[in-house]
């Protein structure tokens, strides 16, 4: 059935129908015929993720699952509109604390980040109704499983039986006030995630009642209550204050323990308005939205919920591993393989040492765990073993025995050394003098040290600060556990001990790429406002980057005292208020006034250093790159290991012997294929490198991995459909794709790793070429597809 349509709700379709003919990676829609009615197709439009970040935004519309219908006469309607896109605190410009303050208005409605899948309800017509998961609807896939929008439906449908109501009477009132209700399937029994839900918790949890509009427009949380409780929906927990700081002191409160009303939960969604922005506002810090719009960000909490979501990962990691022979049990499996960055916390270590144990000992426990069952029982049974006296015994181990650490007296500190851990570009120096100005630490640079033996007059340097000041920044990247381990032996003689307190920048996150990407455009765009390594023609510094990058030792918890994790991408101002708040967490100072806050950012951006190396001598020559590629912001390890587990006997091999490749590329043309002046292919070569020169680091692409590719010897990754990344940062990559010859297509690909040392890693392009033009033959190469994983990466000339 038809009904009217605002024109500005029709055009909003109509431009994302337009925008993803144009560019179908920013958006894609699929079509559906829609279960309560099959000659109504449906269509679910979907956006690239990553692009909600960037202002302006290249969409016509930030909602997260959008489905809308075709009436007669071409008009579209919106039939599903879920929320806006919303943001952690510090996310992006227009959520941090400062912002906020600015640009919203009370009151402001705290409600429980529930832990489970999203599902939408609205009315298909005025007697049916479409309940779909965020991006789909119906049977999960060809085996026709229960999808998250058919375990939604099958709570509905209890809730309409229980309130003697039925599907034409919930369709009748969406239909009429044109809503989407919103809601979050919590259902154990169907799919654990994170967080445990009871029974009388488990089903589906209202938190919204939207207008199916093209503007974001969402009912009070008082009018969604009322409306749970009358068609029998789980209420959300939630609670009201009147300003930003009652917010930010009352989340900061419920994060110290990670649990609100004795139950730990994932954070909160903050719901208020947008309000008039005052006259002095950054336009950094204001809301995509007009005065008056419903606005929501998000609160998180790291605890427990994100040690939890380690554990989940680490055993799906561990499983991972397993080969084929070794019938559910250990083999191949690995404690030493698992991800750095899941390792740093104490209990982490010892949840992966007991989990491989329990693996071994009962493995029929973790057959169902890859499909999100079971989760909960695992932990529960580790948190019942973590407090016996053999949990405690092991979890004193995970912390390698952090009293012993820290000498006699340990958990009573006098002074403090903050000890930034990191590569060079990660933001060290600038947060370090921030933090300067603004408490008053003692503050020294080891890139101020120029003599041939810098790390004992660094150390002299710090433990002669120590002796004026209760807190002093070692400036150093500290990469290296003797680093870290040259700081506690240099201030072991101080009483009471002294404090280390690690600002740690992470670099096992991310793919080392993404890391090297990052970091290099830091060095890049600092120019010579360093004591040292500065951007040149020679682009040394990109080289000194790889070396930081392999040479960097995890840091563990045992190390030292207490750590702030910094993230890597976070630009200055957020790197620095992430830093202040947890040295007022460690350190129990207080928290300092905005306006000092506001005057060290401006130091920091004004900053030079006083003392600099002299340049290299002008007129060296650059050296030749040996081959031009595409670095991709890949990690082989994460994408093949659920793909292949249990698949791949050489799979098992390559990680067993520690041959995946830990810096990945997709070479597009080697030096050697310059020579012969008169063949078509080294004149193609030479074009193609001269293009690869040009656009050297300075364009972003995107391309589609298709399959994975393997024989007895060497294993691939096929690359297509090379193509701009879509953003500002693209420039020529579109033309440079368009123009790369077709038989430089059929070859892209990355090396995963090689049998062994002997087999030479170009025999990955003969077998890619070999499968491309006739796949599998007689058994003699394998392949996987990989589902169309999409890939971001820049083209680089390359010396290794």
């Known amino acids: 059935m038809a009904r009217h349509v605002a024109p500005e709700d029709s055009a909003l379709v109509k431009d994302l129908v337009a925008l993803s003919e144009k560019n179908k990676k920013l958006v894609r829609s699929s079509k559906y015929t829609a279960p309560a009615d099959s000659s109504i197709t449906v269509r679910s439009w979907k956006m690239a993720e990553n692009k909600y970040y960037v202002v302006p935004s290249p969409f016509p519309t930030l909602a997260r699952g959008i489905f809308t219908v075709e009436q007669p006469g071409g008009e579209h309607r919106i039939v599903v509109r879920g929320y806006d896109k919303f943001f952690n605190i510090g996310e992006v410009g227009w959520t941090t604390w400062a912002a906020l303050e600015q640009h919203t208005a009370a009151p402001y409605t705290l409600s429980l980040k529930s832990n489970g899948c999203i599902i939408f309800i609205a009315a298909l017509t005025p007697e049916k109704l479409l309940i779909t998961s965020k991006h789909a609807l119906g049977p999960a896939g060809s085996d026709k499983k229960l999808s998250h929008a058919g375990a939604g439906e099958g709570w509905l449908r209890k809730y309409l039986t229980q309130k003697g109501r ?76 009147p300003t930003v700081a009652a917010v930010r002191a009352f989340t900061t409160e419920v994060g110290r323990t990670g649990a609100w009303n004795g139950v730990p939960v994932e954070g909160f969604v903050v719901r208020t308005q947008v309000a008039p922005p005052p006259a002095d506002a950054s336009p950094r810090s204001a809301p995509p939205y007009p005065p008056g719009a419903s606005f929501f960000f998000k609160v998180k909490f790291d605890e427990p919920y994100m040690m939890y979501r380690d554990w989940r990962e680490v055993t799906k990691a561990l499983l991972s591993m397993r080969g084929p022979k ?182 096992d996150d991310e793919p080392p790429a993404t890391v090297h990407r990052i970091c290099s455009d830091r060095v890049t765009q600092r120019g010579a406002n360093h004591q040292t390594l500065r951007a040149d023609a020679q682009r040394t510094h990109e080289d000194v980057l790889w070396r930081f990058l392999s040479a960097a030792e995890p840091l563990a918890p045992s190390e030292v005292d207490a750590v702030v994790e910094m993230e890597l991408e976070e630009g ?143 294993m691939a990754v096929t690359v297509d459909e090379v193509g701009d990344a879509g953003d500002a940062g693209s420039g020529g990559a579109a033309e440079f794709a368009a123009a790369l010859p077709e038989e430089a297509r059929g070859r892209l690909h990355i090396t995963v790793g090689t049998r062994d040392a002997n087999v030479p890693p170009v025999e990955a392009k003969a077998l890619v070429q070999a499968w491309r033009r006739t796949g599998d033959v007689a058994g003699a190469v394998q392949s996987v597809a990989l589902g169309g994983v999409v890939a971001t990466g820049r083209v680089r000339g390359l010396h290794m």
């Open 326 to 507: 070794s019938k559910g049990g250990t083999d191949g499996m690995s404690v030493q393989k698992l991800p750095k960055g899941k390792m740093r916390r104490a209990e982490t270590q010892a949840y992966a040492r007991w989990v491989f144990e329990e693996i071994r000992r009962d493995p029929a426990a973790f057959e169902q765990y890859q499909e999100n069952k079971g989760i909960v029982a695992v932990r529960e049974r580790f948190l019942a073993y973590l407090a016996s006296d053999a949990g405690k015994k092991a979890l004193r181990h995970g912390a390698e025995s952090s009293e012993t650490a820290t000498t006699s007296g340990a958990g009573t500190f006098g002074k403090t050394v903050i000890v930034p851990v990191g590569i060079p570009g990660c933001g060290k120096t600038a947060v370090a003098i921030a933090l300067a100005d603004i408490f008053g630490f003692g503050h020294t640079q080891s890139d101020d040290v120029h003599v041939k033996k810098a790390a004992p007059v660094f150390l002299k340097n710090v433990t002669d600060l120590l002796k004026k000041h209760d807190v002093v920044i070692a400036d150093k990247n500290n990469h290296l556990e003797q680093h870290r381990s040259g700081l506690r032996t240099a201030t072991a003689p101080f009483r009471p001990p002294v404090r280390l307190l690690a600002l740690h920048w992470s670099i």
């Open 166 to 241: 039925t599907e034409a009477d919930l369709a009748r009132v969406l239909w009429e006030k044109n809503w989407t209700a919103v809601a979050e399937l919590c259902d154990d029994s169907f799919e654990e995630h994170v967080l445990a839900y009871p029974p009388e918790h488990t089903g589906l949890h209202l938190h919204g009642l939207n207008e199916s509009t093209k503007a974001f427009k969402t009912l009070p949380h008082a009018e969604v209550d009322a409306f749970a409780a009358e068609w029998g929906f789980i209420q959300t927990a939630s609670t009201e204050l």
């Open 572 to 714: 200055l101002e957020d790197a620095v208020r992430r830093a202040v708040a947890g040295c007022v967490r460690v350190l129990g100072l207080a928290d300092p006034p905005p306006e000092r806050v506001e005057a060290a950012l401006a130091r920091v951006r004004g900053y030079a250093p006083h003392v600099k190396k002299p340049d290299a001598p002008a007129g060296k020559a650059v050296p030749q790159p040996r081959y031009y590629a595409l670095l991709p912001e890949v990690e082989l390890q994460g994408l093949l290991a659920p793909v292949l587990a249990g698949t791949s006997p050489f799979w098992d091999k390559l990680q067993a012997g520690g041959r995946v490749a830990a810096r990945p590329h997709v070479t597009l043309v080697h030096q050697n294929a310059l020579h012969g002046d008169a063949t078509p292919e080294a004149q193609e070569a030479r074009g193609l490198w001269a293009r690869c020169a040009a656009l050297d680091a300075a364009a972003a692409f995107r391309f589609k991995l298709g399959h994975v590719v393997w024989n007895e010897r060497i």
